[in-house]
């Protein structure tokens, strides 16, 4: 009996496990509250990510969204129109290129001699 444990000893002891286990239960909350923060999380951020990736991975081959519908359209008219511009202003430039071309042609033939 000369290593008896007292009562004292005993309820330090007893206190001290109690203080472990509300160590253990609290970090075991804290990782569940954490863990169930980032499952919760986790389909949000995903939709998130594929939304960001379809609509880059659409613009490079020029899909859109059906509810863009109507902007699309009028950026794609602008876009047209302003193209057509461009073709028409080159091939003004060069139908007038072949008009001087053959005045040219015409006036030096004219001085030569040949027909009008």
């Not at 007893?14 to 286990?21: A, D, G, K, R």
């Not at 253990?24 to 995903?46: C, F, S, W």
């Amino acid at each position: 009996m000369t290593h008896a444990i007292h009562h004292v000893q005993l309820n330090e002891k007893l206190q001290n496990c109690f203080e472990i286990l509300d160590s253990i239960q609290k970090t075991y909350r804290n990782y569940n509250d954490e863990y169930i923060k980032l499952v919760q999380a986790h389909p949000q951020g995903m939709n998130d990510f594929y939304d960001s990736y379809e609509a880059d991975l659409c613009s490079v081959f020029r899909i859109h969204r059906q509810d863009k519908k109507e902007e699309i359209m009028e950026l794609l008219k602008a876009e047209t129109e302003a193209k057509q511009k461009k073709l028409e202003k080159e091939a003004l430039k060069k139908y007038e290129a072949e008009q001087k071309a053959e005045e040219a042609k015409r006036a030096s033939e004219e001085a030569k001699g040949g027909k009008p």
